[in-house]
C-alpha cells in the first residue's frame, strides 16, 4: 500500500490534501462532531482507486470507497478492454435541478395555474434575490412549470394540489440548501398568486435534466475470455441485458451491480450517495415499469454497444465536500474541472462495473469472478504503466503525467 500511495503522488506531483489524507485520520472525530448530531465516533471505508479509465480522451485515477471486494478490479479490468477500443465517451444534459411547491386548498386551479404561469418572471425574479451569489456564479433559477395533480377528485383518494417545479441552474453544486433557500422565499408569493396554502417546499432528487451519459464500443475480440469466443461474451450479455430489462426480479440486482460501481465514487467525493440512489431507480422506472438502467445492443459492424445515462445531482463544491478532507483529496486526485465533469466519471464507472458483471455471468460465472480474480490490469496512462498482482490489487508505476493536465 505505502508504494501505491508513494507512487499516486509522485505520478501527481504531490499536493499537500494527499500527504494529509495519508498521513493522519481521514476524518478526525472533531471534524465528525460538527457534521452530525450526537456523534461518537467515526466509520472508515477502504479507499482504493479504478484504473485504466480512458474517458473523452482524457487519462482519470478514479477513488472509490466500498468495503465490497472485487468491484474496483472488475471496472479496472473492463476500463482496460474500453481503452483499447478507444476510451468511454460522455456527455451531460446541464446542472438544472428541480425545486417543488406544494399548494392546495386553491378556489380554482386551474385559474391557479395560469396566474402562476403569468407571474412566472416575477417567481423567477424573487427566488433569485433570495440566493444572489449563485446568480452571480451565472446560474440561478431559470424557468418554471405548474402541473395539477388528483384534478378528478372522484377518480383519486388524494386531494387535488397544484404543484409548481422552480428549475435552478446550480453550478458545480449540489445545491440543496440553495434550492430549498429559493423555494422557501418565494412560498408567501405563491399563496398571494394562487389564493391556496403552500405546504411543501423542496428538492426533488429525480434530477431528470441533470443527466449524465456514458457510452462505449467495443470489438468482439476484445471480449474473447478463456473458453468463450467475443461473440459468445457479446451475446451472453446482450441476453443477461434482456434479462433485466424484462424483469424486475433481475432488474433489481443488475442495477444494484451498477450501483455497486457508481457509489463508491460519490462516497469518495463527499456527495450524497442516497440522493443519488434514488434518482436513479426513479429514473430506472420512468416507464412505468422497473427496468435495467444500462442498454447493451450490437451494431452493425458487430460491436458490442454500451450506455448509461442517469440523474447525476452531484457537486464539487459546498455541503461535507468543503469539509472532509479525504473528499477535497479524492476530487484533486480525479483532477475535474467541474461538476458536470465529475458526473460524467460516475456514470461511466457504472457502466463499466456492469459490464464487469455481465461478463462474468455470462461465462464462469460471478463466484469465480469474485473468488478467483486473475485480471490483468496493467495499461498506458499518460505514458505511464500500471502494473498488477495475481490477485488485480494494482501496483503504480511510470513517469508523472503531463504537469499542465488536471488528471
Known amino acids: 500500500m505505502e508504494e501505491r500511495r508513494e507512487l499516486i503522488k509522485s505520478r501527481l506531483d504531490a499536493f499537500d490534501e494527499l500527504d494529509k489524507a495519508f498521513d493522519e485520520a ?58 483499447n477500443a478507444g476510451g468511454f465517451q ?17 378556489e380554482d386551479f386551474d385559474a391557479a395555474k395560469a396566474a402562476v404561469l403569468k407571474q412566472k418572471e416575477v417567481l423567477i425574479g424573487a427566488a433569485n434575490a433570495a440566493y444572489p451569489s449563485i446568480v452571480a456564479r451565472g446560474g440561478g433559477a431559470e424557468d418554471l412549470d405548474v402541473r395539477v395533480l388528483n384534478e378528478d377528485t372522484s377518480a383519486s383518494k388524494y386531494s ?34 394562487t389564493k391556496g396554502k403552500v405546504y411543501l417546499r423542496i428538492l426533488s432528487n429525480f434530477a431528470d435534466r441533470c443527466l449524465a ?64 440512489e434514488a434518482g436513479a431507480h426513479a429514473y430506472a422506472a420512468r416507464s412505468g415499469s422497473y427496468r435495467s438502467m444500462t442498454g447493451w445492443s450490437v451494431d452493425a459492424k458487430g460491436n458490442l454497444v454500451g450506455e448509461l445515462e442517469l440523474p447525476m445531482s452531484v457537486g464539487t463544491v459546498g455541503g461535507s465536500i468543503r469539509v472532509h478532507p479525504t473528499s477535497k483529496m479524492a476530487l484533486r486526485l480525479l483532477g475535474v474541472d467541474s461538476a458536470e465533469e465529475l458526473a460524467q466519471i ?34 498506458d496512462c499518460g505514458g505511464g504503466n500500471w ?21
Open 90 to 106: 460522455t456527455v451531460s444534459s446541464g446542472r438544472t435541478m428541480i425545486g417543488q411547491i406544494q399548494v392546495v386548498g386553491c
Open 213 to 276: 451519459k456514458a457510452t462505449c464500443k467495443i470489438p468482439p475480440e476484445l471480449l474473447e475470455s478463456e473458453g468463450f469466443s467475443g461473440e459468445e461474451v457479446r451475446d451472453g450479455v446482450i441476453h443477461a441485458f434482456e434479462f433485466a430489462d424484462s424483469d424486475p426480479y433481475r432488474a433489481v440486482t443488475h442495477n444494484k451491480g451498477i450501483m455497486n460501481g457508481i457509489d463508491p465514487v460519490v462516497i469518495a467525493t463527499g456527495n450524497d450517495w442516497r440522493a443519488v
Open 346 to 379: 460516475i456514470v461511466t464507472v457504472g457502466l463499466a462495473q456492469n459490464l464487469g458483471a455481465l461478463k462474468a455471468l455470462a461465462t464462469d460465472g460471478i463466484q469465480k469472478r469474485s473468488y478467483g480474480i486473475t485480471f490483468s490490469l496493467r495499461c
Open 160 to 193: 387535488t394540489m397544484l404543484i409548481i417545479h422552480l428549475y435552478i441552474d446550480t453550478r458545480d453544486a449540489m445545491g440543496a440548501n440553495m434550492i430549498n433557500t429559493m423555494v422557501e422565499s418565494i412560498a408567501p408569493l405563491v399563496e398571494e398568486i
Open 26 to 83: 481521514p476524518l478526525p472525530v472533531e471534524t465528525a462532531d460538527k457534521m452530525v448530531e450526537n456523534a461518537i465516533g467515526t466509520y472508515p471505508l477502504p479507499l482504493g482507486v479504478g484504473l485504466n479509465f480512458l474517458i473523452n480522451g482524457k487519462d482519470y485515477i478514479i477513488p472509490m470507497a466500498i468495503e465490497e471486494p472485487s468491484v474496483i478490479a472488475s471496472a479496472s479490468y473492463i476500463a482496460k478492454i474500453v481503452r
Open 387 to 407: 502494473g498488477d498482482d495475481r490477485y488485480g490489487r494494482a501496483k503504480i508505476g511510470g513517469r508523472k503525467r503531463d504537469q499542465n493536465r488536471k488528471s
